[in-house]
């Protein structure tokens, strides 16, 4: 029940925020829901006087129809049995005309929810607009009063319209509001009302504070049976039946369930649930709804899965799922982010010379870059470590639902503050390469060091087409090794991304850069005690390492005699496939065909032909055979590529100038048109 207690304190926490709303970038809104309350998507705003008499009605859409409302541990768990929420509801509850405009329906719902409000109105915890909205119920006129104001429509019979279908006269009318946030028919309405009262500066219910702790008050004087709480340790109220709607207001699955005792759940062990556990009302209440605000606030959903981390001192903390770039644009908005401390102090990025780069830490090769890199990443994380009480901790949860009806916490790790950023920061300066697939926040091109996004992990690995079900599985498979001391990457996800890098004819130029360089930064990780940086390693004697750059020298070279107006493939990335898998027999046909661009560049091929003879003297000669490549034949292709394009000796040494970036930029461009 850890999970569950730490969830009810940073309810605890953050208990000034309680039924204030937030505004996603979405332009939704959301709000740490109070207690006995959930949230529900409304449609229909009706407004009334003081006295409970109908004044208007609007039709509200997904953005502005999210609203707090008063739930019982019924209301919150119904399915088909006719069970209402004790203030806003659907027309079938709320509407004492349901029959006349609907049809018979199953049960009692109006009397029931009208015996429900008229208890809360009755109690020492009344509310003057509750009792307005009790006024008005009573009269059973709200289908027909909305029909009159223009918010529903009737068809000749006089019964609500299953679904908008003009008579030819109709044609040239505009489509109702009411038929364009419904999914179903007019009759699912869900239904919030507003109060208004000269003086009083909130209408609105669902967002009267006043209203929410008179309902709380009220609820909590009818829970009576009492036990001993597994969260807390206290003996208190216990809640039977536990929320729904955790990831979001349609969501019917549960992370608690015991209802199903003929289904053979606990026979055999226990004879009723509280055998098992027991939660209190309160702390139940409290930790699924602090989960659901952090959800709306700082979660990733992909597919249904729930991705979502926060600490006990600090809510925003860097994401184990941002890249490097990601991680550095957060940090430079938080408070107190120094851009220049502690940076020009070590080195001077400047000198890197990469025009084309506007990240802050970039740099092209050598040394310089993964200090650089290093220093940034550790001063974007180190804006996040905090220098209070030792027991600051970070938790990260994982939630997914195998049926519509059952939810659970597929991943759940409790850590101290510091340990979770070291281990972040591990990540960041282990699985890092140099990518220039990214936008900044400018939306500008930019090249930046660092690890990659376990999205683009996915991208890698099973290309831009893979489903919400495979990329969620990766992000979910990838977490550990993230979080986790020792957890080493999975073989086939760093296989996959060698082997679709290694494809390039399969793929667009931007998409191969892209693939390429993620790849480059699984391998790098895979082989983290090898040292291997995005600088040119001239030392190495790795035979994969070696092929690698001579795959590289050889596709520049072409690409010079080319030129730029030339886009098709070089031969060197036309037969990188079956180079990684045969390297002896394919450098052959390489080379071959490589010698009219050398005859072609005539005394500028100079340059290239001694490194090819530099590199391939490095070579053992029982290394010339046809065993297929390592991962690491990448990184020699990635580094001495980068050299050749950006190092001042090969400029010089050719005459010729050109940047990788600037290709990269452009393939980016046409990746944006299509």
Known sequence: MSWLANLAQTYNDNILSVGRFETKKNGREYALIPVAHTTQTAHIEVHLDGKGNFVTAYVRDKVEGSTIIPCTEAAASRTSAPVPYPLFDKLVY?????????????????????????????????????????????KGTLIADLVA???????????????????????????????????SD????????????????????????????????????????MDI????GEKLPVADKHTSRIRHSGDKSKLISANDSAGFTYRGRFRTSREAASVSYMASQK?????????????????????????????ELPEPHQDALELREAAQELQGYDEDSE??????????????????????????????????????????????EHYAHVTIMVLDAATPGRMSITYYQDLNHEDYL???QAWHTSCYWQHRYRKDKDSQWTTFTGAPATRDIAFAAYGPRASDKLVKGLMERILPCIIEVGCELPLDIVRSAVQRASNPVGMEPWEWEKTLSIACALVNKENKKEGFDVGLNTETTDRSYLFGRMLAIADVLERRALGREEKRASNAVRYMNAFAQRPGRTWSIIQSNLQPYQAKMGTDAIYYNSLLDEVGAMLNLEDYTDKPLTGLYLLGFYSQRNDLYTSKKATEATGISDTSDTQQGKDNDTQEEN
């Open 287 to 315: 930790g699924h709804n602090a989960l659901k605000w952090l959800i709306d606030r700082q979660g990733i959903t992909i597919d249904g899965k729930v991705f979502v981390v926060w600490g006990n001192q600090r809510l």
């Open 149 to 183: 104001e223009g918010i529903l429509h009737v068809d000749e019979q006089g019964k609500l319209r299953d679904k908008w279908a003009p008579a030819p006269s109709q044609e040239a009318i505009e489509k109702p509001p009411i038929f364009n946030v419904l999914a």
């Open 422 to 424: 070291d281990r972040l």
């Open 229 to 232: 709480c597994y969260v807390t």
């Open 343 to 388: 940076f020009e102090e070590d080195f001077d990025l400047g000198a890197n010379d990469d025009k084309s780069s506007n990240s802050g830490y970039v740099a092209p090769a050598g040394d310089t870059t993964s200090k650089a890199f290093a220093r940034e990443i550790k001063k974007a994380i180190g804006g996040y470590r905090y220098d209070g």
């Open 94 to 138: 709320v509407a004492g005309d349901f029959n006349q405009f609907c049809g018979d329906v199953k049960g009692t719902p109006y009397e029931d929810y009208l015996a429900q409000l008229k208890a809360w109105c009755d109690s020492p915890y009344s509310h003057e607009k509750v009792k307005s909205v009790y006024d008005y119920a009573r």
């Open 186 to 225: 007019q009759s699912s309405a869900f239904v919030r009302f507003a109060v208004n009262i000269p003086g009083e500066p909130e209408a609105r219910l669902w967002r009267d504070i006043e209203v929410q702790q008179s309902f709380v008050q009220f609820y909590e004087s009818s829970l009576v049976d």
